[in-house]
């Protein structure tokens, strides 16, 4: 805006002068405030019951004790003492790695195609493999209940790594998918070039460039699984659960602290690993 | 082995119905710089991914020292190629780029070595082994993407607009970098481009494609002195067009009336092969600015015409005319600032003069 | 096999004449053929076969046939004025969880997309520890607050607001309050990336046109980011739906939902064709709202925005 213009037409001007915080009248302030404050109650809304475990896991009471009247880390060494919390978290470890394993495995082959392949029906295939995603979690584990009782397939391994797969799959395909359309495929072209045959250039110039994400996913299937608490409360049986399974009932059950110190460890875990690619896609 | 022969033998490429390439033949000899020129959609790229064997051709055939490779895969090719945006690697150092081909032939680990090492001499990079790519300049990173299309010893080098991504000075900088290169390896070069300079600059030949065909292929002073259809006229160059009409075309000089009272005799196309104008044919008059020169009307001379505007550009001053012929068309003129004239007043009448050859005719598109 | 022996250096000779038959071998080089297509996704498509189609339609399947067609579950649902209760009470849940989940969440996503970047960070951090916590460790957390000798109770006593222990738990304002929590999320991502694609200089202009900071608001910001309020109104109704972990735990058996019933019949009534035929019904309901809304439903675009 030029000088003239104002001179020309002062009334204009008024308007166009952008606020500060100095010539805001008073009750301009105070909404400033208002909305401050309801801001700072829903953000405190949002990180309250994460924050809450904590402490709770902390207290020394048999009850749950805010705040804690002395600090111990009794609850944590009753979880690791625990043979059927160790069973459970062994279990659910083990699902976790081998589901981010194949869900990885699985979907980015998948989504190389999504991206880049020639197959008739791909939209389709692409829909339906978002599926597990929107159809409720609870139908899900009632009909694999429904097909896994009589194969005997509950609170077994391979069960949960059929379950655990179908669920991580779809964070694979967005994730690989998305880098894959990132990536820049004359780099493709250029390593075919340059003499690599197909399965070189793949495996030397596309998979080390799109690996970050790919790791990412792998990250996103385990806590998938490693979180995941419908299906598993439905495929586990007493002879194998889960950490979630063992929760839910323990908290149905016999609400001890000890599910407050598991459930600052889950949280601390997942938090922990996301920070982890946060920090690293941020600081490549 | 590096600098072999090229040969395009009606070669096709159809997308659905439409033509990207249309029965293209051209032949390159070893160690020749052609330069593949036209606007975008024009086909040069596909004719080159075609080449490099990235598109299968519909129809036509490609060879290379005399053996078809139409079928070949593109990794068994042994064409360097130099891209775009340069398709460095980025997670691989720059002796690592350059040394990828070599690796890809399963050269043994010393001959690699010395290889790269002569070649990165050769781009003036030595130094930078360990660098990533994204630790370097634009002309660095295109010197590194040359040497490594280069370093395979490959029969044909193609490059795909290379320099479109630098700055001015670095790009004419870079011309002649890439020429003094190819000279020394003896390099035979088919390099894409919609920049007529570099085109001009660079090339042994020079090839224009418009609408998936060749419309001209030939020396860059050919291309500019003689175009053959009004399309290179103007594509190449600055180009000035009066509208006229045909009076007599004696297959030597041809008579084209320009307004009311004006008549030139000029070259007649047939000259260059193209059919004889008949009488009353429309025709356009091209004639490129610095072949006009001009001065202050002192009486009743050919070309008159009005003064527009006045452009200082450096080395020469740019003037916009108003013709005095049909339709009153406004041509460019260029004067060296050394000799210069003026100065003109706006709507200042002058006369245009220009040698007879520096005319030539193309029949207007028929009504 | 010629092609792969031929090369500029070791060339076949040429003995076949120019045209069709070379040119039919080669291939685009940056697309994968239909058939490394469907071996690349065919582990995929044994994976979706097996563990996610056939599971659901033998579910299905349960709920309609035994072994005849029998539609007697479905009769269940619909005639029984307790289950049709359940029905509505789990779409006017949803319905609630989702506006308060826009009216919270909305004020987080312009915070997350403030130039004022302190505030931008404390939101997103605050949006990404809720996100990231597993959804059993919230439900619990939330029992832990809410419940008789809960961290509310224990607070209120002290600061003499109360003299006994409210019931704040098992209650339909409990499973509304933790849902609400675990879904928020899913709201204030879409809603963000919405708000971030809104070119910067917009509000600016609109304040230079002589718009104040409310008309500024209501004319250019708000209608821009309204994609992104739908699609994550869409994705957390249905979440919520469908939800069973938290309204469980949290909720009574005066506010059962859907999901709960389900389990219920599943596992302590064992009424199997019901159990099928409740889930095919919210089966069914997910899927029209997902097929109406399809537009607005990006399921990439949130999640792509976490990481």
């Known amino acids: 805006m030029s000088i003239e213009t104002d001179i020309a037409n002062p009334g204009a001007a008024r308007v166009k002068r952008p606020a500060t915080a100095i010539d805001r009248p008073y009750g301009a302030t105070l909404a400033v405030l208002l909305k401050g404050a309801v801001l700072a109650v829903i953000l405190f809304y949002l990180v309250l019951p994460t924050l809450i475990i904590l402490p709770i896991s902390l207290g020394r009471a048999d009850y749950i004790e805010f705040p804690p009247r002395e600090l111990t880390f009794h609850w944590y060494r009753q979880y690791l003492l625990d043979p059927d919390w160790m069973a459970a978290t062994w279990f659910s470890l083990k699902i976790a790695l081998a589901t981010s394993l194949s869900a990885t495995v699985v979907g980015t082959l998948a989504s190389l195609v999504l991206v880049r392949g020639d197959l008739p029906g791909k939209q389709a295939l692409q829909a339906l493999s978002l599926g597990p995603m929107v159809v409720p979690h609870i139908v899900f584990g009632v009909a694999l209940y429904l097909i896994f009782a009589p194969l005997q397939l509950t609170g077994n391994f391979v069960g949960f790594l059929i379950a655990h797969t179908v669920l991580a799959v779809p964070y694979v395909l967005i994730t690989v998918t998305a880098a894959l359309q990132r990536f820049d495929f004359t780099l493709e072209l250029a390593a075919l070039s340059c003499g690599a045959s197909r399965t070189r250039s793949f495996v030397l110039v596309v998979l080390p460039n799109i690996a970050p994400s790919i790791a990412v996913a792998a990250v996103f299937a385990f806590l998938s699984s490693f979180d995941e608490a419908t299906v598993a409360f439905f495929i586990s049986d007493t002879g194998g659960k889960t950490i979630s399974r063992k929760m839910f009932e323990d908290i149905d059950f016999n609400l001890t602290p000890v599910i407050a110190a598991v459930s600052t460890i889950l949280a601390g875990v997942s938090l922990l690993l996301m920070a982890l690619i946060r920090s690293a896609r941020q600081h490549p | ?367 | 096999m010629a092609d792969l022996l031929a090369s500029p250096e070791r060339p076949s000779p040429t003995v076949k004449p120019a045209g069709f038959r070379s040119a039919r071998r080669g291939r685009t080089a940056s697309r994968y053929t239909p058939v490394l297509s469907l071996a690349l996704t065919a582990p995929l498509l044994l994976l979706l076969a097996v563990g996610f189609l056939y599971p659901i339609g033998a579910l299905i399947k349960l709920s309609l046939f035994m072994p005849t067609l029998d539609l007697s579950a479905y009769r269940k649902i619909v005639e029984q004025p307790i289950y049709l209760a359940i029905m509505a009470r789990t779409f006017r849940i949803a319905l609630l969880v989702s506006i308060l989940s826009f009216v919270l969440g909305y004020p987080v996503a312009l915070a997350m997309a403030s130039l004022n970047r302190r505030l931008a960070t404390i939101a997103a951090a605050a949006v990404f520890i809720a996100l990231w916590s597993p959804v059993l460790v919230r439900s619990y957390a939330w029992i832990v607050l809410l419940q008789r000798n809960g961290v509310v109770n224990t607070l209120m006593a002290q600061a003499g607001l109360i003299n006994a222990p409210v019931k704040l738990l098992y209650n339909e304002g409990a499973v509304i309050l933790a849902t609400t929590h675990v879904l928020l999320p899913f709201m204030i991502l879409p809603i963000f990336v919405a708000l971030r694609s809104i070119p910067r200089e917009l509000v600016p202009a609109a304040r230079n046109l002589g718009a104040g900071p409310a008309t500024a608001f209501l004319r250019v910001t708000l209608p821009l980011s309204l994609p992104g309020v739908f699609a994550g109104s869409v994705m957390c109704f249905i979440l919520a739906l469908g939800f069973y972990i938290t309204p469980a735990l949290v909720g009574g058996s005066g506010s059962m939902m859907v999901a709960t019933l389900i389990g219920q019949q599943a596992t302590v009534l064992l009424d199997w064709p019901f159990a099928a035929a409740l889930s095919t019904t919210l089966l069914v309901a997910t899927l029209v709202i997902v097929l109406v809304f399809r537009k607005a439903f990006s399921l990439s675009k949130g999640f792509a925005s976490v990481d």
């Open chain 2, 1 to 367: 082995m590096i600098g072999q022969s090229l040969s395009l033998q009606s070669l096709s490429k159809h997308f659905g119905r439409a033509a990207a390439v249309d029965n293209v033949s051209f032949d390159i000899a070893a160690g020749e710089f052609v330069s593949v020129l036209g606007p975008s959609g024009s086909g040069k790229s596909t004719l080159l991914t075609m080449i490099a064997g990235f598109e299968p051709p519909s129809a036509g055939r490609i060879a290379i020292g005399g053996y078809d490779i139409t079928g070949v895969a593109p990794n068994r090719r042994n064409i360097g190629m130099v891209f775009q945006k340069y398709a460095l690697f980025p997670h691989m150092t720059v002796l690592q780029n350059v040394a990828f081909p070599l690796r890809m032939r399963g050269l043994a680990r010393e001959a690699i070595k010395d290889r790269v090492k002569q070649m990165m001499e050769l781009v003036q990079l030595v130094g930078f082994d360990e660098r990533y790519p994204s630790q370097l300049s634009g002309g660095q990173q295109q010197r590194v993407a040359v040497a490594r299309a280069l370093v395979g010893e490959p029969p044909v080098l193609l490059m795909d607009e290379p320099l479109g991504a630098l700055d001015k000075n670095l790009r004419e900088a870079m011309q002649l970098e890439i020429k003094r290169i190819q000279t020394k390896l003896g390099a035979t070069v088919v390099y894409v481009t919609h920049d007529q300079d570099e085109a001009m600059t660079m090339s042994d030949r020079v090839a224009v494609m418009a609408g998936g065909t060749l419309v001209q292929v030939g020396a860059p002073s050919d291309i500019y002195h003689r175009p053959r259809s009004a399309f290179v006229a103007q594509f190449v160059g600055k180009m000035n067009f009066i509208d006229g009409e045909c009076q007599h075309d004696d297959a030597d000089t041809c008579h084209i009336r320009v307004s009311t009272s004006l008549t030139l005799a000029v070259p007649s196309p047939a000259l260059h092969g193209a059919d004889r104008l008949r009488r009353g044919r429309a025709v356009r008059l091209a004639v490129r600015p610095e072949s006009l020169s001009f001065a202050k009307t002192d009486g009743a001379l050919a070309l008159p015409g009005t003064v527009e505007a006045e452009i200082f550009v450096g080395p020469f001053r740019l003037y916009l005319l108003r013709l005095a012929t049909f339709g009153q068309p406004v041509v460019q003129a260029q004067l060296a600032t050394s000799t210069h004239v003026g100065p003109f007043a706006r709507d200042e009448r002058v006369t245009l003069y220009a040698a007879r050859d520096a005319f030539h005719v193309f029949a207007a598109p028929e009504a």
